[in-house]
Nanobody, 123 residues
Framework: VQLQASGGGLVQPGGSLRLSCAVSGGTLSSYAMGWFRQAPGKEREFVASISWSGGVTYYSDSAKGRFTISRDNAKNMVYLQMNSLMPEDTAVYYC?????????????????WGQGTQVTVSS
């Protein structure tokens, strides 16, 4: 499966962005999906994940209450709506896919990755 993330950009603190992940080469409903991020000099960290049908979602503590992960299996798309953005949210954001789902995943739990999209939160 191939993943293509998009929607990043420069946004002011308190602003919003919606990231998209286009999935091709596979049946999206066969995959649990996740979003991770990596800031300069830091390890890649989990942001959010969603189950195959979208009925179960998990969030990191930093994302909880501000970010929402969703999916549209008919359109082969996964989304990350990010609100109340803060400078510490600045990172490259990656979408990821795997046939299994974990409640507190690490990058190694996902077998397929997109190329990443830069999110910069700054005034």
């Amino acid at each position: 499966v191939q993943l293509q993330a998009s929607g990043g950009g420069l946004v002011q603190p308190g602003g919003s962005l919606r990231l998209s992940c286009a999935v091709s080469g596979g049946t999206l409903s066969s995959y649990a999906m996740g979003w991770f991020r990596q800031a300069p000099g830091k390890e890649r960290e989990f942001v959010a994940s969603i189950s195959w049908s979208g009925g179960v979602t998990y969030y990191s503590d930093s994302a909880k209450g501000r970010f929402t992960i969703s999916r549209d299996n008919a359109k082969n798309m996964v989304y990350l709506q990010m609100n109340s953005l803060m400078p510490e949210d600045t990172a490259v954001y990656y979408c990821a896919a795997d046939v299994k789902m974990y409640s507190d995943p690490v990058p190694g739990d996902f077998g397929s990755w997109g190329q990443g999209t830069q999110v910069t939160v700054s005034s």
